[in-house]
């Protein structure tokens, strides 16, 4: 059968950049779309900047198809159907695609909607489009008991590894008190724990039969294509998928609340109390247009300094350090949020008072024109942001089809957006918010709920016992399909052509007026330019006692310069539609802007300003140290942040400056004054460790007559400390106690090379394979196999001082003990060596997946960085393909036995001490030692008869 072609838009114009009118601000990606036979819609991209493609293929289909009792089946399906399919076996889907030279490849669920989705060299753009009609149209012949097990307990993992954080159960309570058991919404995209283990094959069968047929689809090809292949490429793997009947849609369920409703939880994780005030907001698309004012209401209720939320609550009550609001439009329903996470002692009846006295502020004081027309600008930059990759320009098209009808409501949405009014959002806060009926809820920790808002009753969350974890599904009758039948030989894998030229842009190299280097890559198929300005120390050198200074630092430069206020910064920087920011590391402090490439020169002015004149105000100082101090509290309780800061220390030593937390600790960011900031930016600010990069729409000159206008600085020597290990713990088994976690952080290692060793990136390439990608050993046995972790990595980490070795994992926590046994067994294994085979895969994997890696101006600023600041040569990218190229399974034998030191191996295990410590001392490698948060061990309690 033909497809049915429906043109929307003219191919004549296949530039691969948005269209910005001459009249007006109107956006479009040019594309054309048809629809099969069957029903499935197909839009088509053409992008000739890479030699790469996207394919995107979104269903209509997300948790809010479900129905009660059997929810989390969607996010499930995503799961499943990346395992096997009648013609992909068993675990190469993640494999063929690897090897293929895939830069990409996902999936995600929603309330609403499904996608799958990978970036391949143009090559292999077949070979994807078989692989994705295979899992649409011959899945069910190969889905059995096993699979439909191990999926299962996948997903129940990477559920308990979000409720092994802190407040992770206030969207549950949240979704529950807003929405009617009835309502779609009423439960998480994941599902329940319950849900999930009492799933049957036929119940999984018939929601797949239901919703995943073409004709509840569409599929984006976006890149540098043919159109004429790619549609007979589409036609021929696709069209003879039978149609089925298209699910009715849903129509928006807007919910209106008759009543308030509170609640409180106690976390035992948080250590601060979080408040939530939620108004029921509105659904897309929504004839009065509502959806697109509720953010700006938003942003001025509370996205910045002078928001009346702010204004109250951080800076005259002082309450906590930020508040967030945001506004969420779906498909069905939507949300107005208020959250704030309070200080540790504030009690959040106080919080709700504040945020009350805020809005009343705002009703009182109200807002201007121009506090409305600045988020228009962000608008603007944040859309053609968006675009700045195929991947990203597919999503845009596919899902404007799914829920508008027609990829052309980009252009709808984008203008909708830009014409919003002033009387618009007085509109939408009389209409949702001031009087409403809200939904609060008071996170508070184990232990103090004295500290949540009154008249707020308890909650109950459903937990799971640790010693039920892995529990699998009742059915497990041997239930077999038949094969599906298809009229082409859908067993031979597409033969893909010759590998793409892949050419990383050419860096240019300039000089300033003052004699500074310049980098840059001039690429300009989008009107965006990101830059750099670095400056190397960081917190390397941060002196004893006042760990955390270059990052406080960093964090004030932006709250102000002389001649504007913190606001006013800010607002210049929004005015342009930009951001700026300057961040600290373990070895440099770095400004990093972003802007429209015709707004580069006033960025960079403020970007100057930013540098050259600092403010020092030192009412925004306390509030941005307040800031790290609140952070650095909820990190205390976060099981993830533990591990890794208290492997650092162990590794490195606690001497080592590497052992520290950029951030600091509580008790040094305490003893820091404006005047140490001052001193630092005044001995360690200097053009002598200044580097520039520069990306995108801009040429070399302009860039170069732009950064010789930061003139201000100061030259002067900054000595560098060096850096040395301190004293790293002896080889054995460490374990640090969160009382009932839910899963427990393991990480086994030691230390390593710095990333300016010769062998640095040789070791990149010979971890591939234990744990680089998702078709690792350590992640294909502990997900796929055991089903005990939603992902498990290794790798080589670390700087131009100092390096690390670390293989990590969060898995359930009744199967702490055998991970750390086959962690150990699985490094040991590698130091023999694997294939040939196994090594032209891990080459082939390396080497293609270049061709989609240089591709957004993210890529290539990230790639120049490290050239750039550790002084490689301009052809290191080249040179590294060198060295894959030339990799042997001796010389991977040889690096493996080098760097693998297994004699040396720390083992450390951050999870629930009463069911998982004593277990540990079974395997036989050591009596566990107790830490506690500081990888401080605690001596055993003596008990003096």
Same mark, same amino acid.
């Given at each position: 059968?033909?497809?049915?072609?429906?043109?929307?838009?003219?191919?004549?114009?296949?530039?691969?950049?948005?269209?910005?009118?001459?009249?007006?601000?109107?956006?479009?990606?040019?594309?054309?779309?048809?629809?099969?036979?069957?029903?499935?819609?197909?839009?088509?991209?053409?992008?000739? $900047?890479?030699?790469?493609?996207?394919?995107?293929?979104?269903? @209509?289909?997300?948790?809010?198809?479900?129905?009660?009792?059997?929810?989390?089946?969607? @996010?499930?399906?995503? @799961?499943?159907? &990346?395992?096997?399919?009648?013609?992909?076996?068993?675990?190469?889907?993640?494999?063929?695609?690897?090897?293929?030279?895939?830069?990409?490849?996902?999936?995600?669920?929603?309330?609403?909607?499904?996608?799958?989705?990978?970036?391949?060299?143009?090559?292999?753009?077949?070979?994807?489009?078989?692989?994705?009609?295979?899992?649409?149209?011959?899945?069910?012949?190969?889905?059995?008991?096993?699979?439909?097990?191990?999926?299962?307990?996948?997903?129940?993992?990477?559920?308990?590894?979000?409720?092994?954080?802190?407040?992770?159960?206030?969207?549950?309570?949240?979704?529950?008190?807003?929405?009617?058991?009835?309502?779609?919404? !009423?439960?998480?995209?994941?599902?329940?724990?319950?849900?999930?283990?009492?799933?049957?094959?036929?119940?999984?069968?018939?929601? @797949?039969?239901?919703?995943?047929?073409?004709?509840?689809?569409?599929?984006?090809?976006?890149?540098? %294509?043919?159109?004429?292949?790619?549609?007979?490429?589409?036609?021929?793997?696709?069209?003879?998928?039978?149609?089925?009947?298209?699910?009715?849609?849903?129509?928006?369920?807007?919910?209106?609340?008759?009543?308030?409703?509170?609640?409180?939880?106690?976390?035992?994780?948080?250590?601060?109390?979080?408040?939530?005030?939620?108004?029921?907001?509105?659904?897309?698309?929504?004839?009065?247009?509502?959806?697109?004012?509720?953010?700006?209401?938003?942003?001025?209720?509370?996205?910045?300094?002078?928001?009346?939320?702010?204004?109250?609550?951080?800076?005259?009550?002082?309450?906590?350090?930020?508040?967030?609001?945001?506004?969420?439009?779906?498909?069905?329903?939507?949300?107005?949020?208020?959250?704030?996470?309070?200080?540790?002692?504030?009690?959040?009846?106080?919080?709700?008072?504040?945020?009350?006295?805020?809005?009343?502020?705002?009703?009182?004081?109200? &807002?201007?024109?121009?506090?409305?027309?600045?988020?228009?600008?962000?608008?603007?930059?944040?859309?053609?942001?968006?675009?700045?990759?195929?991947?990203?320009?597919?999503?845009?098209?596919?899902?404007?089809?799914?829920?508008?009808?027609?990829?052309?409501? %980009?252009?709808?949405?984008?203008?909708?957006?830009?014409?919003?009014?002033?009387?618009?959002?007085?509109?939408?806060?009389?209409?949702?918010?001031?009087?409403?009926?809200?939904?609060?809820?008071?996170?508070?920790?184990?232990?103090?709920?004295?500290?949540?808002?009154?008249?707020?009753?308890?909650?109950?969350?459903?937990?799971?016992?640790?010693?039920?974890?892995?529990?699998?599904?009742?059915?497990?009758?041997?239930?077999?399909?038949?094969?599906?039948?298809?009229?082409?030989?859908?067993?031979?894998?597409?033969?893909?052509?010759?590998?793409?030229?892949?050419?990383?842009?050419?860096?240019?190299?300039?000089?300033?007026?003052?004699?500074?280097?310049?980098?840059?890559?001039?690429?300009?198929? =989008?009107?965006?330019?990101?830059?750099?300005?670095?400056?190397?120390?960081?917190?390397?050198?941060?002196?004893?006692?006042?760990?955390?200074?270059?990052?406080?630092?960093?964090?004030?430069?932006?709250?102000?310069?002389?001649?504007?206020?913190?606001?006013?910064?800010?607002?210049? %920087?929004?005015?342009?539609?930009? $951001?700026?920011?300057?961040?600290?590391?373990?070895?440099?402090?770095? =400004?990093?802007?972003?802007?429209?490439?015709?707004?580069?020169?006033?960025?960079?002015?403020?970007?100057?300003?930013?540098?050259? *004149?600092?403010?020092?105000?030192?009412?925004?100082?306390?509030?941005?140290?307040?800031?790290?101090?609140?952070?650095?509290?909820?990190?205390?309780?976060?099981?993830?942040?533990?591990?890794?800061?208290?492997?650092?220390?162990?590794?490195?030593?606690?001497?080592?400056?590497?052992? !520290?937390?950029?951030?600091?600790?509580?008790?040094?960011?305490?003893?820091?004054?404006?005047?140490?900031?001052?001193?630092?930016?005044?001995?360690?600010?200097?053009?002598?460790?200044?580097?520039?990069?520069?990306?995108?729409?801009?040429?070399?000159?302009?860039?170069?007559?732009?950064?010789?206008?930061?003139?201000?600085?100061?030259?002067?020597?900054?000595?560098?400390?060096?850096?040395?290990?301190?004293?790293?713990?002896?080889?054995?088994?460490?374990?640090?106690?969160?009382?009932?976690?839910?899963?427990?952080?393991? $990480?086994?290692?030691?230390?390593?090379?710095?990333?300016?060793?010769?062998?640095?990136?040789?070791?990149?390439?010979?971890?591939?394979?234990?744990?680089?990608?998702?078709?690792?050993?350590?992640?294909?046995?502990?997900?796929?196999?055991?089903? &005990?972790?939603?992902?498990?990595?290794?790798?080589?980490?670390?700087?131009?001082?100092?390096?690390?070795?670390?293989?990590?994992?969060?898995?359930?926590?009744?199967?702490?003990?055998?991970?750390?046994?086959?962690?150990?067994?699985?490094?040991?294994?590698?130091?023999?060596?694997?294939?040939?085979?196994?090594?032209?895969?891990?080459?082939?994997?390396?080497?293609?997946?270049?061709?989609?890696?240089?591709?957004?101006?993210?890529? =290539?600023?990230?790639?120049? *960085?490290?050239?750039?600041?550790?002084?490689?040569?301009?052809?290191?990218?080249?040179?590294?393909?060198?060295?894959?190229?030339?990799?042997?399974?001796?010389?991977?034998?040889?690096?493996?036995?080098?760097?693998?030191?297994?004699?040396?191996?720390?083992?450390?295990?951050?999870?629930?001490?009463?069911?998982?410590?004593?277990?540990?001392?079974?395997?036989?490698?050591?009596?566990?030692?107790?830490?506690?948060?500081?990888?401080?061990?605690?001596?055993?309690?003596?008990?003096?008869?």
């Amino acid at each position: 059968m033909k497809p049915l072609l429906q043109l929307i838009f003219p191919l004549l114009m296949i530039a691969p950049l948005l269209v910005q009118a001459q009249s007006a601000k109107e956006f479009k990606i040019p594309y054309e779309k048809y629809t099969l036979s069957n029903g499935m819609d197909v839009i088509l991209h053409v992008d000739k $900047s890479n030699p790469i493609a996207a394919v995107y293929i979104v269903y @209509h289909v997300g948790s809010a198809r479900e129905v009660k009792g059997k929810t989390g089946f969607a @996010h499930l399906f995503e @799961h499943l159907r &990346f395992n096997e399919s009648q013609n992909i076996p068993q675990g190469m889907w993640f494999k063929k695609l690897q090897v293929a030279g895939a830069s990409m490849i996902n999936g995600s669920t929603n309330n609403d909607r499904t996608n799958y989705f990978e970036v391949v060299p143009k090559n292999a753009l077949e070979m994807a489009l078989w692989m994705e009609s295979d899992r649409m149209g011959f899945l069910l012949s190969k889905f059995t008991p096993k699979t439909f097990i191990t999926q299962q307990n996948v997903v129940q993992n990477e559920k308990r590894q979000y409720d092994n954080m802190p407040y992770s159960q206030a969207d549950y309570i949240i979704d529950k008190l807003m929405y009617p058991e009835t309502h779609p919404y !009423n439960w998480q995209v994941i599902g329940s724990l319950e849900d999930l283990s009492n799933a049957s094959i036929q119940d999984a069968i018939d929601f @797949h039969n239901k919703y995943y047929g073409p004709s509840n689809a569409t599929l984006v090809v976006a890149g540098d %294509i043919d159109i004429a292949q790619t549609k007979t490429w589409v036609e021929k793997y696709f069209a003879e998928i039978p149609s089925s009947p298209k699910p009715a849609s849903l129509k928006p369920m807007p919910v209106k609340l008759t009543e308030s409703k509170r609640a409180s939880y106690e976390d035992n994780l948080a250590n601060a109390p979080q408040l939530s005030v939620v108004y029921a907001g509105i659904n897309d698309n929504d004839p009065d247009k509502d959806a697109y004012a509720l953010p700006y209401l938003a942003r001025i209720l509370g996205g910045s300094k002078k928001s009346p939320l702010y204004k109250v609550i951080v800076e005259e009550k002082k309450l906590a350090s930020t508040v967030q609001v945001y506004a969420q439009s779906q498909e069905l329903s939507g949300q107005f949020r208020i959250e704030v996470t309070a200080f540790p002692t504030a009690k959040l009846s106080d919080v709700e008072a504040a945020i009350d006295e805020g809005l009343a502020r705002f009703e009182k004081e109200g &807002f201007t024109d121009k506090d409305v027309e600045r988020q228009k600008a962000r608008k603007e930059y944040a859309l053609y942001s968006q675009s700045n990759t195929n991947l990203g320009k597919a999503r845009l098209l596919s899902d404007f089809n799914i829920f508008n009808g027609t990829p052309d409501a %980009i252009t709808e949405n984008f203008t909708n957006s830009i014409n919003v009014k002033k009387a618009d959002v007085i509109r939408v806060y009389e209409r949702y918010i001031k009087g409403a009926h809200r939904v609060v809820v008071s996170m508070v920790p184990k232990g103090k709920s004295d500290l949540a808002a009154a008249n707020s009753p308890a909650f109950v969350v459903p937990e799971e016992a640790i010693d039920k974890q892995g529990t699998k599904a009742k059915d497990t009758s041997d239930t077999k399909l038949p094969p599906i039948p298809s009229k082409i030989d859908r067993s031979k894998e597409p033969v893909k052509g010759a590998d793409p030229g892949v050419v990383f842009p050419t860096i240019w190299q300039d000089k300033t007026t003052a004699n500074k280097s310049i980098y840059g890559i001039t690429q300009s198929t =989008l009107p965006l330019v990101q830059f750099a300005i670095t400056f190397k120390g960081g917190m390397l050198l941060d002196p004893a006692g006042k760990k955390g200074l270059s990052n406080l630092t960093a964090r004030l430069l932006t709250e102000g310069t002389k001649t504007k206020t913190s606001i006013e910064l800010k607002e210049a %920087i929004e005015d342009l539609g930009a $951001s700026i920011n300057v961040m600290s590391s373990e070895n440099s402090i770095v =400004l990093v802007g972003s802007c429209l490439s015709d707004k580069f020169q006033e960025t960079f002015a403020l970007a100057n300003e930013i540098l050259t *004149q600092p403010r020092w105000d030192a009412k925004e100082f306390e509030i941005v140290k307040k800031q790290i101090i609140d952070g650095l509290k909820q990190s205390e309780s976060s099981p993830g942040f533990i591990a890794s800061d208290a492997f650092d220390k162990l590794v490195y030593g606690k001497e080592c400056l590497l052992a !520290n937390p950029v951030s600091g600790t509580i008790q040094s960011v305490n003893g820091i004054t404006l005047d140490d900031l001052k001193n630092y930016y005044t001995e360690n600010i200097s053009t002598d460790v200044m580097q520039f990069i520069v990306v995108g729409d801009i040429q070399q000159k302009t860039a170069q007559t732009t950064f010789s206008t930061l003139r201000e600085l100061s030259s002067k020597n900054v000595a560098i400390p060096e850096v040395k290990y301190g004293t790293p713990a002896k080889p054995g088994l460490y374990f640090i106690d969160i009382p009932k976690a839910r899963q427990s952080v393991v $990480s086994v290692g030691h230390a390593s090379v710095p990333v300016n060793s010769p062998d640095y990136f040789n070791l990149v390439i010979m971890n591939h394979k234990l744990g680089g990608d998702f078709s690792s050993i350590l992640n294909m046995i502990l997900r796929e196999a055991k089903s &005990f972790t939603y992902g498990a990595r290794s790798g080589f980490q670390g700087n131009a001082y100092a390096g690390l070795f670390k293989a990590n994992t969060s898995v359930q926590s009744n199967a702490t003990s055998e991970t750390v046994k086959i962690i150990v067994e699985e490094l040991t294994k590698y130091r023999n060596g694997i294939s040939q085979k196994d090594l032209d895969e891990v080459r082939s994997s390396l080497l293609k997946s270049n061709a989609g890696r240089f591709e957004s101006l993210q890529q =290539l600023l990230a790639t120049m *960085q490290p050239i750039v600041f550790n002084g490689l040569p301009l052809d290191y990218v080249q040179a590294r393909e060198k060295n894959i190229r030339e990799m042997t399974t001796d010389k991977l034998k040889e690096l493996a036995k080098k760097y693998i030191q297994t004699e040396k191996l720390i083992i450390l295990v951050v999870g629930d001490k009463a069911t998982q410590f004593d277990k540990l001392k079974e395997l036989g490698i050591g009596e566990p030692v107790l830490l506690d948060k500081t990888a401080t061990p605690i001596e055993p309690k003596v008990n003096n008869k």
